[in-house]
């Protein structure tokens, strides 16, 4: 099996994070795999926000905890988060998410950092207390944040990956 192959099937989805923050020469690597994902008729209309830093990182977790009223809310808390946002009117907003967020986790798997797609902040950007703090990160009023990517260090060895059975059928 060859390099490529084998990122893909030992990608995994983590949920705890060491502390400990992305290397800059890698996170650049990560957004160039997101940036060169394929986007519908090649709009490219999306914005890559990176959110680090405690203050920043418990702004926007306050201000989900209060649009979930959920006190434990955290987004897993992991050093980094990337915002994929793209203009609400465009119907393959989430199709161009869904490539760029695959590209990024394969890019991160592949320096040895792991991720998980974060899925709240599509139903909770328009709500004033969590776009207050869109706004402070330059995330454009025209846009939805269609997917976040927490991004960091694994606190444990990432477990393999169960195997698929079933939902391939060959028509031949
Ligand atoms: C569209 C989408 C939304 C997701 N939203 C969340 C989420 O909000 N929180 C979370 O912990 N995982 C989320 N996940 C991760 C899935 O739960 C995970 O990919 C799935 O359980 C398979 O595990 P694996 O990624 O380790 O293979 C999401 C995945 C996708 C594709």
Not at 8 to 16: E, F, K, M, P
Not at 23 to 42: H, T
Not at 134 to 155: E, M, N, Q, R, W
Request: charged share 20%.
């Amino acid at each position: 099996m060859n390099e490529i192959m084998q990122n893909i099937l030992t990608r995994r989805s983590v949920r705890a994070f060491r502390p400990d923050q992305v290397k800059d020469e890698d996170l650049e690597q990560i957004l160039q795999a997101g940036l060169y994902a394929p986007s519908a008729m090649n709009r490219q209309t999306w914005q890559f926000t990176v959110v680090q830093g405690e203050d920043h990182l418990q702004t926007l977790t306050k201000a989900m905890q209060k649009a979930l009223n959920n006190p434990n809310y955290n987004f897993y808390q992991p050093p980094t988060l990337i915002l994929v946002s793209n203009v609400r009117e465009n119907g393959n907003a989430f199709a161009d998410t869904g490539c760029a967020m695959e590209n990024m986790f394969l890019a991160a798997h592949s320096l040895g950092l792991a991720t998980v797609w974060i899925n709240q902040l599509k139903d909770t950007c328009d709500l004033p207390e969590v776009r207050r703090v869109l706004d402070g990160f330059g995330v454009p009023a025209s846009h939805i944040v269609c997917a976040t990517v927490a991004l960091g260090y694994a606190k444990e060895p990432l477990p393999a990956a169960r195997e698929r059975v079933g939902v391939v059928k060959y028509v031949r």
